[in-house]
């Protein structure tokens, strides 16, 4: 008899996948969900702190983190009947010091509170918001009839399920305790071309019965895209998705895109240059025998329609160069789109290894022009470190390192001398005409200030690549103002 019961007990203690066969995909996910003491969660509050990064604008675009911004407060309420989600939490700043796009750091401490509703038409970030919940992953999982199969990673053995995700399969690692371990896709990056989007969990421990990560990383590429540390989870405790007043249910963002902005218009600067509205701006210059164009921002379908516009404005002659003002994503989206033309990217020289490693990456999940191309053209990049000058004997362009930018380290103005025109981008992103200083003086509009001063630039015109809503011209005056000094 004694026999018996513990010939029963072993039994019992062995995980449904311990056959050579892997199990079907309901019993994995029974056995997971009830490993984790969630088979009859309908929602969950998750209480910590942390940081979430905005991708492709870091300071360094060789830091191991996306650009950061701290997460104070964070608590994100999940209703998994609904879908839906409400996420609070006091969003401010992640580096020290404060440096990189997506605002002019330092920024200050900004209470959040915004509602989420997922549908089957929502972006596909939002529905990976979702999914990346071990929770979420599994319930998808059994909805889009997963892939089941076991495997060894560095001894250790998982269950892997798998299901076709947008464009690529989604994937969820299953321990040998029942735990969601890990949860990745690929998803396209307009510049970084097919990235890893992954979330780790480790670190769980036991909420009135209900086991969850007290650590999650998640990914996108290579640096850190977001950090939690959870000190908190109520299971099954009420969930209030009603949106804030004065606010609707969100979407979802996303990030750089392929869509298309609005068509070209051409303003002539004078001596054989041209100023390229109706999105980002760019400035094509006539050289002798070639063409230059100042940044080669946004995307490729941007940057075809500059490359248009420029072989409309100056015919039957190749674009030679394309000048970078930094690597910002927004900035540098159509880099692609020129080096498909044969052009060099300018640059500053903290920005080449960056350049000459992503260009590398494989573009197949949505493929642009560049990578369809065989043979590639060859990679060709220009640095320089303080100063560069461009010119034919007629036409000339000076490129200057803008000192002390904390937006991005390897910043580059453009100045043409003789229309006196400074071409600059993110550091002078003008709003309504005539407003009065700022209570607050942005850091960005003193530094640039400076730095015209410190170089003794005739500036009568400042053209800013984030264009302004009026497409007025923006003066010196403007930024005397912005600065809070008085024009001399």
Not at 163 to 189: C, R, S
Not at 388 to 400: F, M, P, V
Request: net charge neutral; charged share 25%; glycine share 10%.
């Amino acid at each position: 008899m004694l026999r018996k019961c513990l010939l029963a007990l072993a039994l019992t203690a062995v995980p449904i996948w311990a056959a050579d066969q892997p199990p079907d995909l309901k019993a994995a996910v029974d056995h997971s969900l009830k490993a984790m003491g969630a088979e009859n969660l309908k929602t969950l509050v998750i209480s910590g702190t942390g940081w979430d990064g905005c991708v492709g604008q870091n300071y360094d675009p060789n830091s191991p983190n996306w650009r950061k911004f701290s997460n104070k407060d964070y608590v994100r309420s999940i209703d998994f009947e609904t879908r839906g989600w409400r996420l609070q939490r006091i969003r401010g700043e992640g580096e020290n010091p404060g440096r990189g796009g997506c605002n002019a750091g330092p920024v200050p401490d900004t209470p959040q509170n915004q509602v989420t509703a997922v549908t089957a038409d929502s972006p596909w970030a939002t529905q990976m918001e979702f999914i990346l919940l071990p929770e979420g992953f599994l319930k998808v999982a059994l909805e889009k009839n997963a892939t089941v199969k076991t495997e060894k990673i560095k001894g250790k053995k998982y269950t892997v399920l798998s299901f076709m995700g947008d464009k690529a399969p989604v994937t969820g690692y299953i321990n040998d305790l029942g735990y969601v371990d890990k949860v990745e896709t690929t998803i396209d990056n307009n510049v970084l071309g097919d990235i890893v989007w992954s979330v780790d969990y480790t670190d769980w421990k036991d909420f009135g019965g209900l086991k969850f990560p007290t650590h999650i990383v998640q990914h996108q590429g290579v640096p850190l895209f977001f950090e939690l540390n959870v000190t908190d989870v109520k299971p099954n405790a009420p969930v209030d998705l009603t949106p804030p007043p004065g606010r609707g249910g969100r979407g979802g963002g996303r990030g750089p895109g392929r869509g298309e902005p609005a068509g070209p218009i051409s303003e002539d600067l004078g001596g054989g240059f041209w100023l390229i509205t109706g999105g980002y701006a760019s400035v094509v210059a006539d050289f002798k025998d070639y063409i230059v164009v100042i940044e080669g921002p946004s995307n490729d379908m941007r940057a075809e329609q500059i490359i248009a516009e420029a072989k409309r404005l100056v015919p039957n002659k190749p674009i030679r160069y394309v000048i970078n003002t930094h690597t910002h994503f927004d900035h540098s989206g159509g880099l692609r789109a020129f080096v498909a033309e044969g052009a060099t990217i300018v640059t500053h020289k903290d920005n080449k290894a960056f350049y000459e490693k992503i260009f590398r990456d494989p573009h197949t999940l949505v493929p642009d022009k560049l990578s369809q191309m065989s043979p590639q053209p060859k990679l060709k990049i220009e640095t320089m470190s303080d100063m560069k000058i461009l010119t034919d004997g007629e036409h000339t362009i000076d490129l200057y390192h803008l000192e002390g930018s904390t937006h991005a380290v390897g910043t580059i103005v453009a100045y043409l001398p003789k229309q006196k025109v400074l071409i600059e981008a993110d550091e002078f992103n003008v709003g309504q005409a005539n407003a009065p200083t700022p209570a607050s003086v942005n850091p960005y509009h003193t530094n640039l200030l400076a730095n015209i001063e410190r170089l003794k630039l005739d500036v009568d015109r400042i053209i800013p690549i984030h264009l302004p809503g009026d497409n007025r011209k923006v003066t010196m005056a403007e930024l005397y103002t912005a600065a809070g000094k008085t024009k001399p």
